[in-house]
């Protein structure tokens, strides 16, 4: 098993085990809510009749379900994509609780290979999932698809973690950080801001987290620089 193979396992068992212990949008998880910065993006839309979402790293529609809802009663779709069968399932399940089923369109897929349409969405949201790809080439392919896919006034939402780091709590070590793609703040920055050059800038911010996880039955503290990078295309 090469290194994107074990992070990937280990990924499995530890978004498996979310899903299967604690429900979407009930206290006691990060399913709680919908990320905050995300939602305060939709009032953008308020004058558009119809609207294209798409969600690069669904999970189990932490903040899809909750977009879906919110443009209901326009003419709409929120295509969902995620590479666990345990996301898309328990998305589709949610989905129909929540009464937005005919608005969401799961995919199947890794998100590094799946293919984004030419000017075709309005939003598109990646949310702690871009970090997950399999190398800096793929990551800067999969965000230029993001814009290239975006309408003109649509708007690139994304949140992605930079400087990962895991300790063991117990034995205060610094344990190699389960992540595919773990690059230095400034260099994700800046990758970020080549990219989508001349669009305009909503919101970055920075903020340092800390989580307290489980790996392979230990207690690990994360720590991340957690990038958030919100930018709407007004040169389309």
Known sequence: MNRIEYIRT???KYHDFCYDNYKLFEEGSWLYKP????MELLPLF??????NVIDLGCGVGRNSIPIAEA????????????LLDSALTKLNE?????????????????????????NEFDLIV??????????????????RQMAEGTKSNGVNCLIVNSELQEIDLESN?????????NLSTEVMMDKLSSIYTGWEVLKTIVNPLEYNITRSEKSV???????????RNSIG
């Open 173 to 181: 070590e610094k344990l190699n950080a389960l992540m595919e793609l």
């Open 10 to 12: 280990e990924e499995k």
């Open 71 to 82: 443009i209901k009663d326009r003419n709409g779709k929120v295509v969902c994509v995620d």
């Open 35 to 38: 990320v905050k910065t995300v």
């Open 46 to 51: 308020d004058n558009k009749d119809s609207l």
């Open 221 to 231: 503290l994360l720590k991340t620089n957690a990038i958030t990078f919100f930018v």
């Open 126 to 143: 990646a949310v702690s999932s871009l970090e997950h790809v399999k190398s800096v080439e793929v990551f800067e392919d999969v965000v």
């Open 94 to 118: 949610y989905s129909k609780q929540y009464k937005v089923d005919e608005l969401i369109r799961t995919e199947k897929a890794d998100i590094g290979n799946y293919k984004i349409k030419p």
